[in-house]
């Protein structure tokens, strides 16, 4: 028991540097919040041009969660302040990967890889994020040093 609690403890002690630390390399510029302009205008474009059919029946065109198809239930927001906040902290990987092989969760993986980013940045857009002069690329690593945050700082 005495060993488990002093192993709990450990960890306690530990995990805050660690993230402490990650945090203090995320600042020294190896990640960007995407206030920083991490889409580009025509990729919004895009991506409010694939988004009505597979999405907007759920998420409504609006993107505020109030389906298009009077038959589906309410869904979460996917832009603005409460969508920003809910996903705070997050790298734009994990919403690619949760979008990707969840959504549209009445046909997963239906759309191509380019298609669920051009999504994510006419989502950003709509929440009145900048655009900028590069495009989201469609992997991973480069996503996880894009970081959602509720306000630019
Ligand atoms: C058939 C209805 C339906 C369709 C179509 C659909 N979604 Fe969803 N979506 C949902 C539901 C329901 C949830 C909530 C799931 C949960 O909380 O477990 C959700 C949740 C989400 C979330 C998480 C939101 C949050 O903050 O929790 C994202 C992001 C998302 N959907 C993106 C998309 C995208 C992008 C598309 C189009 C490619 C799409 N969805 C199509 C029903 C749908």
Redesign the pocket.
């Known amino acids: 028991m005495a060993k488990i609690i002093a192993a709990a403890i450990g960890i306690a002690l530990v995990a805050p540097a660690a993230v402490a630390a990650q945090e203090a390399s995320g600042e020294a510029g190896q990640t960007v919040s995407v206030w920083e302009g991490v889409f580009t205008e025509a990729q919004a474009r895009r991506g409010r041009e694939?988004?009505p059919g597979?999405?907007?029946?759920?998420?409504g065109r609006a993107l505020d969660g109030a389906?298009d198809d009077p038959d589906?239930?309410p869904?979460?927001?996917?832009a603005r302040a409460?969508?920003l906040r809910?996903?705070d902290g997050i790298a734009l990987s994990a919403?690619f990967a949760?979008?990707r092989t969840?959504?549209?969760?009445?046909?997963p993986g239906?759309?191509a890889d380019e298609?669920?980013v051009d999504?994510?940045a006419y989502?950003l857009s709509v929440g009145g994020l900048p655009a900028g002069a590069d495009e989201l690329e469609p992997d991973p690593p480069s996503l996880a040093r894009v970081v959602i945050r509720q306000q630019p700082r």
Request: glycine fraction near 2%; include cysteine; charge should be negative.
């Open positions: 694939i988004y597979p999405c907007g029946s759920c998420h389906p589906m239930l869904t979460p927001p996917l409460k969508f809910d996903w919403l949760y979008t969840t959504m549209p969760e009445n046909n239906f759309l298609e669920y999504i994510i989502m």
